[in-house]
């Protein structure tokens, strides 16, 4: 499955839940900036209740991309944006970061692999990763 970027940042074949815009970024940090890896984790439960989650205008937590057990990936903000799921100022905005339906414990589903892989693929390709060096 091939997938790549439009020019405003948003994944070309992903299906779009858009987070509340006051949920990203840092002042001092121009957006989009350079993303330089992924930062996969599991949303320790339900696609549902992490998107009730996301949506809190009161809790500090947003990611870029979700992965359903079933279906197309979920774009939430741009490639770029400095969403805060990466536990710290440095890793959210060098990283850009992806939450997987599931817990900890539980495999990965093929469908979740795939498009895993398909992302991965795409932000390389759009971010012309060579390997991650700190500035």
Known sequence: MEMTFDSNGWLQGADQYLMP??????????????????VVHSMEGSLTAALNELDRPDRRASWTFSNPKTGSLIQH?????HTWASGS????VRFTSCEHEGTASEPLTRNQQD??????????????WTGYRRP
């Open 21 to 38: 815009t006051e949920k990203h970024g840092y002042s001092g940090y121009p957006e989009p900036g350079h993303k330089y890896g992924l």
């Open 89 to 92: 100022l440095d890793a959210n």
């Open 77 to 81: 903000a741009p490639l770029g944006w």
């Open 115 to 128: 498009n895993l892989v398909a992302l991965i693929k795409a932000i390389h390709d759009d971010q012309h």
